[in-house]
């Protein structure tokens, strides 16, 4: 820094790069030393940048080795919680699909009687409006047999479009309770 510009200066000490207004250790992406001689700034980098990544349930090998010398027994500590995190991970993804295809069997018996059901009160309204049309009853047979044809064809087309809408609704974001009132999607 020169002289003229205002806060604290920065200076190197050994491979620590620090403020020394107190602020702690400036970043080596960040640090930066501005040489003035001669009427000519220059400005130099004393900082390297090294940028490591770890993926995955356990640390990285010098990790668990920065781990083991500390105390020997918590790489093992860390490995068997990993493998207990993941068992359980596993059950609990077992025990879903499970209770996904019970609900699916569940439904479908349903369905099954659902249909049946409705097949016998569709053959009692057109058996009925049968025995009523033989012994003279036109109008009443008229009536009752219609209505029931109405009825199970206004059933079946009702039960496609509840079944159409359920199976668009998650791709087009139906069925998504809207936010408390207030409050935003993302906060």
Not at 118 to 125: D, E, K, N, R, Y
Not at 170 to 182: Q, T, V
């Amino acid at each position: 820094m020169t002289p003229n510009e205002s806060g604290p200066p920065s200076h190197v000490d050994g491979n620590n790069l620090s403020n020394s207004g107190g602020a702690g250790p400036i970043p080596p992406q960040t640090a930066s030393v501005i040489i003035e001689g001669g009427g000519v700034q220059q400005q130099q980098i004393v900082g390297e940048v090294a940028l490591a990544f770890h993926s995955g349930p356990l640390p990285s090998p010098a990790d668990l080795a920065a781990y083991a010398a500390i105390d020997p027994s918590l790489p093992r500590e860390l490995l068997d919680m990993a493998k207990g995190q993941a068992a359980h991970i596993q059950r609990m993804q077992n025990l879903d699909m499970n209770r996904r295809i019970a609900a699916e069997a569940g439904a479908r018996v349903e369905r099954r009687i659902g249909q049946v059901l409705a097949f016998g009160v569709a053959l009692m309204g057109i058996g009925s409006a049968s025995y009523l049309a033989i012994h003279d009853h036109d109008w009443v047979a008229g009536v009752l047999g219609g209505s029931t044809v109405v009825a199970l064809v206004g059933a079946f087309i009702a039960g496609r479009i509840v079944q159409q809408r359920a199976t668009r609704a998650p791709a087009r974001g139906e069925g998504i309770a809207p936010p408390p009132a207030g409050t935003s999607r993302g906060t």
